[in-house]
Nanobody, 125 residues
Framework: QLHLAESGGGLVQAGGSLRLSCVAS????????AGWFRQAPGREREFVGA????????YIIDSLKGRFTISKDNTKNTVYLQMNSLKPEDTAVYYC??????????????????WGLGTQVTVSS
């Protein structure tokens, strides 16, 4: 069973940066493509981006391109979300998720089999 644990969230001023980490345990994250989602207060959870099992291909939604980057270090069993130029509207709980082996990449929440508990990111104006 793959377990995921996010860290790195916190309170930051607008314009600042945070790097979220998602550490996998139980199985190798190298067998899984992974994604990041976020859920703001009163809103549905939304897809942020994803990265393939190898880490060679990544995808970020258009509205976050240029500010957010996903990376993966299979030697550390960790997936990262680098967030720059943060805005108050980025305030949300951020979740890491992993796809079943064999699924290359997906934007659909329903395809992700493994989830972390989330980490809170709060951006003050």
């Amino acid at each position: 069973q793959l377990h995921l644990a996010e860290s790195g969230g916190g309170l930051v001023q607008a314009g600042g940066s945070l790097r979220l980490s998602c550490v996998a345990s139980g199985r190798a994250i190298s067998d899984h493509s992974a994604g990041w989602f976020r859920q703001a207060p009163g809103r549905e959870r939304e897809f942020v981006g994803a990265i393939t099992w190898s880490g060679r291909r990544s995808y970020i939604i258009d509205s976050l391109k240029g500010r957010f980057t996903i990376s993966k270090d299979n030697t550390k069993n960790t997936v990262y979300l680098q967030m720059n130029s943060l805005k108050p509207e980025d305030t949300a709980v951020y979740y890491c998720a992993a796809l079943p082996p064999g699924v290359v990449i997906s934007t659909s929440e329903r395809e992700y089999e493994y989830w972390g508990l989330g980490t809170q990111v709060t951006v003050s104006s």
